[in-house]
């Protein structure tokens, strides 16, 4: 008798769900991924948002009025 590997044995799970919040560490939900809640995505996109705006600031604006227009 050969010893095969019982039927129930299950495969290795490979699942995208399994992943955790990148903001609690919490269970992630496939609607907010990659985060577990929509307040975690806020806060998450609220502070990468908040972050990328001030670099921006940081720079001139380039949207600044034509010179040349001086009148006579
Ligand atoms: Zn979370």
Redesign the pocket.
């Known amino acids: 008798m050969s010893a095969e590997p019982p039927s129930d044995d299950k495969p290795p799970a490979v699942c995208v769900t399994a992943a955790k919040?990148a903001?609690?560490g919490?269970p992630v939900q496939a609607r907010y991924r990659p985060?577990?809640?929509q307040r975690?995505a806020e806060i998450d996109l609220g502070s990468w948002f908040t972050e990328r705006y001030r670099v921006a600031t940081d720079e001139p604006p380039t949207d600044a009025p034509p010179k040349g227009e001086e009148e006579p």
Do not use: A, M, T
């Open positions: 919040c903001r609690c919490q985060f577990c809640s975690c």
